[in-house]
């Protein structure tokens, strides 16, 4: 039976949230991170539109908030390198399994991993020209996510900008990613969670009215392809 996403499935929790869920498991879905990212995640995108003209001002200051296995930093790293820019770029997770993971694959990225909570950075009052989070938003509560938007701006600074980036929650994303991964469930995807919880992360995302309707003021909502939603925030340029 197909599930019902007429609305969020709040309650439906994804595997890998599970503090005692299976380690090789979860390192393994770290590891595919990676792949996984960079067909439904559209990083090139970010990095074209947002960070490198940017890091072509001078240096930048990077933060991903609920980074993983930390394979947007080292992709991000790995092309600031190639195009000759600079920036210091901090791996964000509240889950000590992922943030001793991705610090031990930094593969010589220099990516800076913490972990600790936005509310952390906030208190020791760092600031970053650009601040990011890629399928976060679908994890948080409401008041969590009114905490997440509040303490991001702030870390942002005057002139940053943020940008949470997300799938958006439909019929279509679902039907695909459930085909896509199919054929790989038996391979490249076996022993991992991704198929599961992606389906899970489906089902719990938020649609465009819905994440507009939550949005404090001065945030935008974007779509894009595929079934891709951001929360935006930032100077008008951005």
Same mark, same amino acid.
Request: glycine letters at 8%.
């Given at each position: 039976?197909?599930?019902?996403?007429?609305?969020?499935?709040?309650?439906?929790?994804?595997?890998?949230?599970?503090?005692?869920?299976?380690?090789?498991?979860?390192?393994?879905?770290?590891?595919?991170?990676?792949?996984? %990212?960079?067909v439904?995640?559209?990083?090139?995108?970010?990095?074209?539109r947002?960070?490198?003209?940017?890091?072509?001002?001078?240096?930048?200051?990077?933060?991903?908030?609920?980074?993983?296995?930390?394979?947007?930093?080292?992709?991000?790293?790995?092309?600031?390198?190639?195009?000759?820019?600079?920036?210091?770029?901090?791996?964000?997770?509240?889950?000590?399994?992922?943030?001793?993971?991705?610090?031990?694959?930094?593969?010589?990225?220099?990516?800076?991993?913490?972990?600790?909570?936005?509310?952390?950075?906030?208190?020791a009052?760092?600031?970053?020209d650009?601040?990011?989070? %890629?399928?976060?938003?679908?994890?948080?509560?409401?008041?969590?996510?009114?905490?997440?938007?509040?303490?991001?701006?702030?870390?942002?600074?005057?002139g940053?900008?943020?940008?949470?980036?997300?799938?958006?929650?439909?019929?279509?994303?679902y039907?695909?990613?459930?085909?896509?991964?199919?054929?790989?469930?038996? %391979?490249?995807l076996?022993?991992?969670?991704?198929?599961?919880?992606?389906?899970?992360?489906?089902?719990?995302?938020?649609?465009?009215?819905?994440?507009?309707?939550?949005?404090?003021?001065?945030?935008?909502?974007?779509?894009g392809?595929?079934?891709?939603?951001?929360?935006?925030w930032?100077p008008?340029?951005?």
């Amino acid at each position: 039976m197909s599930p019902d996403l007429s609305v969020r499935a709040v309650a439906a929790h994804e595997l890998m949230d599970d503090p005692h869920a299976d380690q090789r498991m979860l390192e393994r879905t770290y590891r595919r991170f990676a792949l996984i %990212n960079s067909v439904v995640s559209r990083p090139g995108l970010l990095y074209r539109r947002d960070i490198r003209p940017r890091a072509r001002r001078g240096r930048v200051r990077i933060l991903d908030v609920g980074s993983g296995g930390g394979d947007l930093c080292r992709m991000l790293a790995a092309r600031l390198r190639r195009d000759g820019l600079s920036a210091d770029i901090t791996a964000l997770d509240a889950d000590d399994r992922a943030t001793r993971w991705a610090s031990a694959h930094d593969a010589g990225a220099a990516v800076r991993y913490l972990c600790a909570h936005t509310a952390d950075l906030v208190r020791a009052g760092e600031t970053f020209d650009i601040v990011l989070s %890629n399928h976060v938003l679908h994890h948080l509560g409401s008041d969590e996510l009114q905490q997440l938007l509040s303490e991001t701006r702030v870390l942002a600074g005057d002139g940053g900008l943020v940008v949470h980036g997300d799938i958006a929650r439909s019929r279509f994303a679902y039907v695909l990613f459930a085909a896509l991964t199919l054929p790989l469930a038996k %391979n490249l995807l076996a022993g991992s969670f991704i198929r599961d919880d992606g389906l899970t992360s489906i089902r719990r995302s938020y649609t465009a009215p819905e994440l507009a309707a939550v949005a404090p003021s001065g945030w935008q909502v974007r779509t894009g392809i595929p079934s891709r939603i951001e929360l935006r925030w930032g100077p008008a340029d951005a």
